[in-house]
């Protein structure tokens, strides 16, 4: 059997990624100064963005595929890291973790997620998951010699491996009745079939696994206490990254190879939806630690872009994929607030920052009220367009839960503003700026009021 | 008209803030100048939508119209009619005097509170000016920001709860009109334009839930009985300037929602539920009478008397005929002028003795004879005595309840009379009896605050003596309006039964 070489272009942004993590690897034993590494793994990053346009096709015998859908998440997962590295410069050498391995690790996670944007085929998608998703177990764990960062590693590695475990089972029963792992020949097949009990228990399997990723409940438990443990630019690399991809993944796999089966999978996520908004947001009220609170905001956030994906309709799945986007600048924004603060992580350390720091506390108010979706503010461009998708797929009764919940959840964000602007000084606030943290922190609130005010510029912003 | 107003109107007082914000904090002196200055300049750009103002046709003037998301079809359009181009002026005026009665008594990060001022007046007025459903909505929400700050921020002992109430209450109401908005747009073919909504005739049931929809952010703005409750803390706790923000427009916003949209957009709905709502209105008079009553704090006492006023406001819209409407209109324009005077009145006192208790007052007139005289104007306005502008409202409010429905007209009468009686009684434990030592030794009010609260007497009695002015405004606009209302198909057995079941 004769194996062309395979077409390379469609795949160039995964080779470039994946060479220079490993260079880097290499380039961390010359250099003293981690820094430099900081500024290649832009550098590369930068690069890769430039190259994706020009990506464009399908490879592998079908397996991957570089599309517009792919190339958007692609889009989300550079800035997710280029913003991760920009906050993480001076932090994580105040956490004593400053080691050469944590922006390979970072690349190396970013190559796994932009396989699973790219996979139209079960093992490319595994393959893909479990690169991120090692690489992540361990950048939890960077802080070696800090046992709540151990235990965090140690938590997301073990509930990882089960949530892996569960959809390589749910790929195999799928490959059972289908004896495919391709997704446009696994939809081919449903369409002759229908759905049968064996494809549904599959396709939940496939579901739950999907739904560890994105942190939906109630598969959420190990969110928290890996947000907590991590340190913080790892924790606001996860809020984004992995969620990001495990939504690229759910959007592919759901509506391209269990296409037939909507009326199933949307009575699953419409379950797992409702109690992700509602355990998220009500468990977030709760929270005295402030990534404890956004660790349950960002599963709230998870449940609205569920929405998107239960509408069924492609107009939900771009809704989706534009609240992703606004999602990453908002969360980047305020985890960047967070770092810059060297003062704790309880948000009762946020007493009287507007008077000690008013910029700051401006920043932080914004991000707030972007998280809760108030306008002009991008937040409520991603909820509104969500609810627009939904509505118009007839879920009006869906819609009204979300907005509720929506409500909800000014609660919790009002309290860090409240803290903020509506309580006296416990002690004066030291923070950390540095030029790189700084440019982050620009453009995330320069992207929240853009989108928020134009937001066509957002591609994929547009009803068919 | 060589500019646009409108937008001009809006956004000065926004870029203002930004620059505000972009000042040092230490130099108070420039920060307030510049926001006296702006909030001027606002007022004065804002003039000639009172003198070119055509008065014959019910048509949005001053428009203007850009795609603003064409893939959503929302534009930014902007226009004002008989009913909105008072609230403009009322705005940029009311302002103002916020400025000059902050100017002393706002001591604590006074750059952030200005900007938040100018922010809350630019957002108001979008409110007042949108064409655009869309638009609408993100002005009715980004107000929210500033006004939450300016609550809980810079206002009494219990400002944090007030504060939040405040802001959860409106959006719990605000979240629900948007789920509203969008399934209207979705039936509009895909348009937030509200001069189309009003040419389209929806289908009854779904006019009858967005009716709901839209009344669950619009009663709770009003407020109307029994979402009210955000209203008292609200009002009681923040700064004199955020009350009178409150009393004076904002909480005229949710009036103003069912004047704009309810009633043209949802005209047969409008027609099925006016008992509903002009029941609600009757209760809220009389229950919000009642309460002031019982109020030993002056702030809260004339809170209450809102909720009580803005009843007899839902009560004239609601009646649907032309007395009724601007009847109301006019009221909440009085309101907001006669309220907006208390509330100064209160700061300027409270600036003073920094007591709000009703109890540690007495004797106020003989210590401060003309600060007693403003209060009395605005105490009389309030009850609605002949010759003040409070009397023309009511009174055209009574006519169209009358002849809406003789059993509400005569409840919202008795509401008067409550009214006289706590007005007047305040009056007297504040102003008479025997000098309270707390009171003893304060100067009568200064320059700056006669110049605070002069224009508002002055406009209680232009209004009290020739309302036509303000009336004559409106003519052409409620009389289209009313004719939406009346003309757009019979209601249908549903709204029938509906209505069976509501008795």
């Given at each position: 059997m004769n194996i062309p070489f395979p077409d390379l272009t469609p795949a160039t942004p995964e080779i470039i990624m994946t060479i220079a993590a490993t260079v880097l690897l290499i380039l961390d034993l010359l250099f003293k100064e981690k820094g430099v590494l900081a500024f290649l793994t832009i550098s590369v990053a930068a690069v890769t963005l430039y190259t994706l346009p020009m990506s464009a096709g399908e490879t592998f015998g079908g397996m991957f595929i570089s599309d517009t859908y792919s190339t958007y998440f692609k889009l989300i997962f550079l800035i997710n890291i280029i913003l991760t590295v920009l906050i993480s410069l001076k932090y994580i050498k105040r956490q004593q973790a400053?080691?050469?391995?944590y922006y390979s690790l970072m690349l190396f996670s970013t190559v796994g997620m932009m396989l699973m944007a790219s996979a139209r085929d079960f093992i490319i998608l595994y393959l893909g998951l479990e690169l991120m998703a090692l690489s992540t177990y361990v950048l939890a764990g960077?802080?070696?010699?800090?046992i709540k960062s151990n235990e965090a590693a140690i938590k997301y590695f073990l509930l990882g491996a089960f949530s892996s475990a569960l959809l390589l089972y749910g790929i195999s029963l799928l490959y059972g009745a289908t004896?495919?792992?391709d997704f446009t020949k696994i939809a081919a097949q449903l369409q002759q079939t229908g759905s049968t009990p064996l494809l549904t228990l599959a396709m939940i399997l496939i579901a739950v696994a999907f739904s560890f990723k994105i942190a939906a409940v109630p598969f959420h438990m190990w969110a928290p206490d890996v947000y907590e443990g991590a340190p913080t630019s790892v924790t606001a690399f996860m809020s984004v990254g992995p969620k990001a991809a495990g939504f690229a993944v759910i959007g592919r796999v759901f509506f391209s190879a269990f296409q037939n089966m909507q009326a199933d999978w949307t009575s699953v996520l419409i379950g797992i939806a409702i109690l992700t908004m509602a355990v998220g947001n009500i468990l977030a009220i709760a929270q005295t630690n402030i990534k404890r609170m956004l660790a349950y905001s960002s599963i709230a956030h998870a449940g609205y872009m569920l929405l998107g994906i239960i509408a069924g309709t492609e107009e939900g799945r771009q809704a989706m994929m534009t609240y992703m986007m606004i999602y990453a600048f908002m969360n980047m924004g305020a985890f960047a607030i967070v770092i810059l603060l060297d003062k704790g992580e309880e948000i009762s350390d946020y007493e009287g920052l507007s008077k000690s720091r008013p910029l700051v506390a401006a920043l932080m108010l914004v991000f707030m009220f972007s998280l809760t979706g108030i306008p002009p503010t991008a937040g409520f461009i991603g909820k509104f367009n969500i609810f627009m998708a939904l509505i118009r797929a007839g879920y009006v009764w869906l819609a009204i839960v979300a907005v509720i919940f929506s409500a909800i959840s000014a609660y919790y964000y009002l309290r860090v503003v409240r803290n903020m602007y509506m309580k006296e000084m416990t002690a004066e606030a030291a923070i950390n700026p540095t030029p790189t943290l700084s440019l982050a922190l620009a453009i995330s609130v320069a992207m929240v009021f853009v989108i928020g005010i134009v937001p066509s510029v957002i591609p994929f912003i547009k009803l068919v | 008209m060589s500019y646009p107003i409108l937008s001009t109107v809006i956004f000065l007082p926004i870029v203002g803030a930004l620059l505000i914000f972009l000042?040092?904090?230490?130099?108070e002196a420039l920060i307030k100048w510049t926001a006296l200055l702006l909030s001027v300049l606002t007022f004065f750009l804002s003039v000639p939508l009172f003198l070119d103002f055509d008065k014959t046709t019910a048509n949005m003037q001053f428009t203007e119209s850009y795609q603003w998301i064409p893939s959503w079809g929302i534009k930014y359009a902007l226009g004002v009619d008989g009913i909105s181009v008072l609230f403009v002026l009322l705005s940029t005026l009311l302002t103002i005097l916020c400025v000059t009665v902050s100017w002393n008594s706002i001591k604590d990060r006074t750059k952030e509170f200005y900007a938040a001022l100018l922010l809350t007046e630019g957002a108001m007025i979008g409110v007042f000016c949108s064409l655009d459903l869309f638009l609408f909505y993100i002005f009715w929400e980004a107000m929210l920001i500033p006004m939450f700050l300016l609550i809980g921020v810079?206002?009494?002992?219990n400002r944090v709860y007030a504060a939040i109430k405040f802001f959860l209450f409106t959006l719990v109401g605000s979240v629900l009109m948007l789920v509203g908005i969008i399934v209207l747009y979705l039936n509009t073919g895909r348009s937030f334009d509200i001069l189309q909504m009003m040419n389209t005739t929806y289908p009854f049931n779904l006019q009858l839930i967005l009716f709901w929809a839209f009344f669950a952010a619009f009663a709770v703005k009003v407020p109307m009985f029994p979402v009210h409750t955000w209203l008292p803390d609200a009002h009681t706790e923040a700064p004199t300037a955020g009350s009178v923000i409150l009393a004076g427009i904002l909480i005229k916003m949710g009036a103003y929602g069912f004047l704009r949209?309810?009633?043209?957009?949802?005209p047969e709905a409008t027609r099925a539920m006016s008992p509903v709502m002009m029941i609600l209105s009757v209760i809220a008079i009389i229950y919000g009478a009642v309460i002031c009553l019982g109020q030993t704090d002056l702030k809260r006492l004339i809170a209450y008397s809102s909720v009580s006023h803005m009843g007899f406001v839902t009560l004239g819209i609601f009646a649907l005929n032309t007395q009724g409407i601007q009847g109301g209109i006019l009221q909440m324009i009085n309101h907001g002028i006669v309220t907006g005077g208390l509330f100064l009145c209160v700061g300027i006192i409270y600036d003073r003795t920094h007591t709000r208790k009703i109890a540690d007052y007495g004797g106020t007139a003989t210590v401060l004879p003309i600060y007693a005289a403003l209060f009395m104007v605005f105490t009389l306005a309030s009850i609605g005595l002949p010759g003040t502008n409070g009397f023309i409202g009511e009174f055209l409010i009574l006519l169209g309840g009358f002849t809406a429905s003789k059993p509400m007209g005569v409840l919202a009468s008795t509401g008067i009379i409550i009214g006289a009686a706590y007005m007047l009684w305040l009056y007297q434990r504040v102003f008479f009896m025997e000098v309270n030592p707390k009171v003893q030794g304060h100067p009568d009010v200064n320059f700056r605050e006669i110049l605070t609260v002069v224009p508002l007497v002055l406009l209680v009695l232009y209004v009290g003596f020739y309302p036509n002015t303000l009336l004559s405004f409106m003519d052409a606009s409620v009389q289209n309006l009313i004719n939406r209302v009346s003309t757009a198909g019979q209601p249908q057995q549903v709204a029938q039964q509906i209505i069976e079941v509501i008795k």
């Open positions: 400053d080691y050469g391995e960077i802080k070696r010699h800090d004896t495919t792992t | 000042m040092s904090r230490s130099n810079w206002g009494g002992p949209f309810s009633m043209p957009i949802l």
